[in-house]
Nanobody, 118 residues
Framework: QVQFVAAGGGLVQPGGSLNLLCAAS????????SGWYRQGPGKQRNAVAT???????NYSDSVKGRFTISRDNAKNMLYLQMTNLNAADTDVYYC????????????WGQGIQVTVSS
C-alpha cells in the first residue's frame, strides 16, 4: 500500500498559478499509473490528470493546456503545475496511485484545498 503526503494548496486569484506535490512512501510508486483528482461539495471525485510510470500524461479536457502533471520516480514524487486558474478549478485535490486489484478507497493522499477567487 502506497501512502501519499500532499502539499501545495491554497488561495490564488483567477489567472494565477499554483503547484501541488505528493510524496509517496514505499518502493512501488514507480510501477503504476498515478494521478490527480478533484472533488467539490456534493460532487463526484473526477480525474484531472494521470501519468504513466514512464511519464506519459493524460489530461481532462477542462485542464488541458493549463495543467501539467509530472513525476520523479527516483524521489517518489508526483507533481501538478496549474496555470491560468479559474473559479471552476476550486476544489479539494487528491493524489492517487492506480494499483491493480486495490480497493477504491486505497492509495489516496489527503485532500488539499485549492481556492480560486478574486
Amino acid at each position: 500500500q502506497v501512502q501519499f503526503v500532499a502539499a501545495g494548496g491554497g488561495l490564488v486569484q483567477p489567472g494565477g498559478s499554483l503547484n501541488l506535490l505528493c510524496a509517496a512512501s514505499g518502493n512501488t510508486f514507480d510501477q503504476y499509473i498515478s494521478g490527480w483528482y478533484r472533488q467539490g461539495p456534493g460532487k463526484q471525485r473526477n480525474a484531472v490528470a494521470t501519468i504513466t510510470s514512464f511519464g506519459i500524461p493524460n489530461y481532462s479536457d477542462s485542464v488541458k493546456g493549463r495543467f501539467t502533471i509530472s513525476r520523479d520516480n527516483a524521489k517518489n514524487m508526483l507533481y501538478l503545475q496549474m496555470t491560468n486558474l479559474n473559479a471552476a478549478d476550486t476544489d479539494v485535490y487528491y493524489c492517487h496511485i492506480l494499483v491493480p486489484g486495490a480497493r477504491i478507497g486505497d492509495n489516496w493522499g489527503q485532500g488539499i484545498q485549492v481556492t480560486v477567487s478574486s
